[in-house]
């Protein structure tokens, strides 16, 4: 019996990528990040205590975040409903706005993690760090589907 690495796990999909440091093994783990597959990369590397795979990922993390941070700005703009509309308007406006903040604390904590791990020598303590920074990214993205669903899939089902 072969399993199904691509099955959801808990609901959360999951994606193997064998060589994810070099070659086409790489550039899976690249397109993959995009989606958050990133946060296991990262995790895993700080495990292993891989300095120039810590410093990559991080990277990666930051770059997108930077791009979570501009594409929910435009986010804000599609929102259907404005926030002093009416309940609905008030707690969507609300989850957006506290998981943009999670976002941006994060994409900050990212970054000082990548300028820390490129100037500074990396001991035990900063790969605890970014393995905690992955465990943070998890939280996020896991929340980001919470608030999703109940931003625009909620109004659809009522």
């Keep these: 019996m072969n399993p199904d690495f691509s ?25 993959l990040a995009a989606s958050g ?5 990262t995790a895993r590397r700080a495990k292993e205590q891989s300095v120039p795979g810590v410093q990559l990922w ?12 501009a594409l ?21 406006w609300a989850l957006v706005v506290m998981h943009h903040a999670d976002v941006i604390t994060d994409v900050y ?16 303590r900063k790969f605890s760090d970014v393995n905690d920074n992955a465990v943070f990214w998890h939280f996020v993205v896991v929340t980001w589907v919470l608030v999703y ?10």
């Design 58 to 69: 991080l990277v990666v993390i930051s770059v997108v975040g930077l791009a979570m941070v």
């Design 7 to 31: 099955a959801p796990v808990s609901g959360v999909r999951r994606a193997l990528v064998t060589g994810a440091s070099a070659g086409i093994g790489a550039e899976f783990a690249r397109q």
């Design 149 to 158: 669903a109940i931003v625009y899939w909620v109004p659809r089902w009522i």
């Design 37 to 41: 597959q990133a946060l296991v990369l």
């Design 72 to 92: 929910r700005f435009l986010e804000f703009h599609a929102l259907n409903v404005r926030w002093d509309q009416n309940a609905y308007g008030s707690v969507s």
């Design 109 to 124: 904590d990212s970054l000082v993690l990548a300028a820390m791990v490129f100037l500074k020598p990396v001991d035990g």
